[in-house]
C-alpha cells in the first residue's frame, strides 16, 4: 500500500482528474505525437517558441493517470524555459524514474515532478511518465531538422 | 485413473500458485496469456535435460533412439487429445502463431492466387489476422472479415453472407482471447465445407477450456500452444487433415524435413517431418507430453464445472461495481473477464492489483480491431483457468474496489 500511495500521490490524482494545459494551442510553432503501442496511449503536444524560450504549451490525448498527470506537470514546469532547459529537465526527469530504488536520487531543480519518483517501483510505468517528455524531445528535435533542410 | 476433483489438493500440483508477488500470495489471474506449470512438466524437463538429453532422428546411439521416441510418443499423446485419426496429422511448430504462418505460406501460396479471399471473424488476435495480411500482399488475395454483435457474438447470417465463390479460405478462432466468445466452429466449417472452402481453426484459447475433437468438428487445420494448456513455451500443434498436409510444399528448408539431398534435387520427407526443418524444442515437446498425461489423470467435465460456476461467480461479483462495464458478453463464453471502469485506465488498474499480489492483464490483448469495434483502447482481462478459486475472486473483488476508492 505504501508503495502504491508512493506512486498515485494526491498531486499526481488532481492532475489526471484535472489536466492542466489540456487542449488546442494558438500559434503552435512545434508539435509532437506521443505514442505507447503498449496500452494504446496517444498524446499530441502543442509548443509555441519565441527566441529559444517555450512562451507556452498544450496537450490532447488520452492516457492512464501516470501518463496524464505527467504530461499536465510537464506543462507547467516547462513554461517560460527554454528549449535546452527543457531538455536538461527532461535529462534529469529520466535520471530520476530510472533510478533503482534506495539510490538517492538527484532532485535539485526537479521541484513538484518529484512526485513521480514513486514510479521507479513500478519499471512498467516508466514509459507512462515519460511518454509527454519523449514527445516534447521529438517535437522540439524535429523542428531543428526541418530547420536544417530549409 | 480419473482422480475426484480437489481444488486445494490440485493447486499443490502448481509451484508457482504458492508464490508471492509483491509480499502477498500470488493470484495469477492470466491464464489466457499463458498458463501455469504442474510439477510433473517441470520434473519431466529437467530429467530429460539431466538424464536423457540427445537430439533426436538420427543418433544411432541409445540415448539418441530414446530421445526420439519419448519425443514421437508424444505426438501420439496429441492425436489423442485432439481425436485425429493419424499421428502423421500432428506437425510440432513453435506455437499457434507459427502454426498459422505455416498454413498461410505453405497452403496458402500454393493454392490461392489473385482475386482469391480469405475470411476471417472481426474477433480474431493478431496472429490470425496478420499472417494473411501477409499473405494477401505476396499474392494479391483478399482480406474479408465476418462481423460480430456489440455481445462479442460472430453473425452467422453475415459470416454466411461472406462466403463468396471467390472464398478460397476459411480461418477462424474458437475462442477469443480478448472477449471468451465461443464461436460455434462446427456450424461455421459446415457452412464453409459445404462450399468446398477449407477451414482452420485457432484454437490457442480452446484447449485449456472445452474438449476439442477435430474430427468432430471437421475441421481441416487445428493450431494451438502448448504453453497455455499446462506445458511448456515454445511448442505449439498444427493439426492437419492428411489430404491437405501431403500435397503442401514445405515451410522451411534444412535438417530432418528431407530424405535426401543433392545440390540438384532434394526429396522431401513425408508429413508431419516435411513441416519440421532443424532441431526442434526436444525437452519442450516431450514435457508437454507430461502436461497431456497429467491431464488425462483429471476429472475433465468436473474442472469445466469448476470454472464455469466460478465464471458464473465472479460475473456477479464484478457486476456489483457500477463503474464497471463488460467487454464480452457472449452467451456462450469461457472463464474470461475482460471489461472497462470508468474513468480508470486499465494500466492504473493493473497497477493497484499489482501492488495486492493479483496478476491480470490490461491492454488490447494483441486484438486491436477488437478493440477499435468496442471504442476503446484496452481493457482490462482477467483469465481463470480451472486451478483458480472464490478466495481469489474476493480477492480481485476487493482490488477493484480499492481502485475506485482511489480514482473515483
Known sequence: MSDLRELYQEVILGHSKSPRNFGKLEGATHTGVGFNPLCGDKIHLQIRVRDGVIEALRFEGSGCAISTASASLMTEALQGKTVAEAEALFKKFHEMVTTPMGQPIDDAALNKLTVFSGVREFPVRVKCATLAWHTLHNAVSETSETAKTE | ?408
Open chain 2, 1 to 408: 485413473m480419473t482422480q475426484p476433483f480437489d481444488l486445494a489438493r490440485l493447486r499443490q500440483d502448481f509451484p508457482m500458485l504458492a508464490q508471492t508477488m509483491r509480499g502477498k500470495p500470488l493470484i495469477y489471474l492470466d491464464n489466457a496469456a499463458s498458463t501455469q506449470k504442474p510439477q510433473v512438466v517441470i520434473e519431466r524437463l529437467t530429467k530429460f535435460y539431466r538424464s536423457e538429453y540427445a537430439n533426436i532422428h538420427r543418433g544411432v546411439y541409445e540415448l539418441s533412439q530414446n530421445a526420439t521416441q519419448a519425443y514421437e510418443s508424444v505426438r501420439e499423446k496429441v492425436k489423442n487429445f485432439l481425436h485425429a485419426s493419424s499421428e502423421r496429422e500432428i506437425v510440432f511448430v513453435r506455437g499457434t502463431t507459427e502454426a498459422i504462418n505455416l498454413v498461410a505460406q505453405s497452403y496458402g501460396r500454393s493454392k490461392l492466387k489473385v482475386g482469391d479471399e480469405i475470411l476471417i471473424t472481426a474477433m480474431e488476435h493478431h496472429s490470425n489476422i496478420v499472417p494473411w495480411q501477409l499473405l494477401c500482399e505476396q499474392i494479391g488475395a483478399v482480406l474479408r472479415v465476418a462481423p460480430m454483435n456489440q455481445n462479442g457474438e460472430l453473425l452467422l447470417d453475415e459470416f454466411e453472407k461472406k462466403l463468396s465463390p471467390k472464398t478460397k479460405f476459411v480461418s477462424i478462432v474458437h475462442v477469443s482471447n480478448a472477449l471468451g466468445s465461443i464461436n460455434p466452429v462446427k456450424k461455421l466449417i459446415a457452412l464453409a465445407h459445404a462450399r468446398g472452402i477449407p477451414v482452420l481453426v485457432d484454437g490457442a484459447q480452446a484447449v485449456s477450456h472445452l474438449p476439442v475433437d477435430v474430427q468432430d468438428l471437421d475441421c481441416d487445420f487445428y493450431a494451438f500452444s502448448a504453453h497455455k494448456l499446462f506445458g511448456p513455451s515454445g511448442v505449439g500443434v498444427l493439426y492437419g487433415r492428411t489430404e491437405l498436409l501431403n500435397p503442401m510444399p514445405p515451410y522451411q528448408g534444412g535438417g530432418d524435413m528431407i530424405l535426401s539431398v543433392t545440390f540438384e534435387k532434394t526429396l522431401f520427407h513425408e508429413i508431419p517431418h516435411k513441416f519440421e526443418a532443424g532441431t526442434p524444442d526436444i525437452a519442450g515437446v516431450i514435457a508437454f507430453g507430461a502436461a497431456l498425461d497429467y491431464l488425462a489423470t483429471l476429472d475433465g467435465p468436473a474442472l469445466q464445472k469448476h470454472e464455469a460456476e466460478l465464471l458464473e461467480y465472479a460475473t456477479k461479483q464484478l457486476d456489483a461495481i457500477p463503474q464497471l462495464r463488460w467487454i464480452g458478453t457472449a452467451k456462450e463464453k469461457t472463464s474470461v473477464l475482460s471489461f472497462v471502469l470508468d474513468g480508470v485506465h486499465p494500466h492504473d488498474i493493473g497497477t493497484v492489483l499489482d501492488t495486492e499480489g493479483i496478476a491480470i492483464r490490461a491492454g488490447h490483448h494483441c486484438a486491436q480491431p477488437v478493440m477499435d469495434f468496442f471504442g476503446i483502447n484496452a481493457t482490462t482481462r482477467a483469465s481463470l483457468a480451472f486451478y483458480n478459486t472464490r478466495e481469489e475472486i474476493d480477492r480481485l473483488t476487493a482490488g477493484l474496489h480499492k481502485v475506485v476508492e482511489i480514482f473515483g
